[in-house]
């Protein structure tokens, strides 16, 4: 069997302050890797991840998201991650509440 490529989404608490008192500084980190499988996929991410937080310096908290890449040749503005979510709110809501809330540490 070859190896596929996948991408992972895992995330994490930073063990720092996030600068506001009561808040906690979260990142979402995503990888691309080869494996054989979907669950080879996942233990092999979950690996990555531990291995990440102990060199980060942050906590993994045991959340990964697997997407297999339909192509076998990563190149410029190849997909590599993708998820697909049922939602009653409208596209600014969602947007709002899910990736703007204002409360990213993103250049924009």
């Known amino acids: 069997m070859e190896k596929q490529w996948y991408s992972a989404r895992t995330v994490y ?18 990888i691309v890797l080869q494996a054989l499988s979907i669950d080879n996929a996942i233990e092999e991410a979950e690996k990555e991840a531990k291995i990440y937080a102990q060199k980060a310096g942050c906590k993994y908290l045991d959340f990964v998201s697997v997407f297999h890449l339909f192509e076998n040749n990563i190149m410029d503005k190849s997909e590599v991650y993708s998820l697909m979510r049922d939602s009653k709110l409208s596209e600014d809501k969602y947007l709002d509440k899910f990736f703007d809330t204002g409360k990213e540490r993103t250049k924009r």
Do not use: F, P, Q, T
């Open 13 to 30: 608490e930073v063990l720092v302050s996030s600068g506001k008192k009561g808040y906690h500084l979260y990142e979402d980190r995503i």
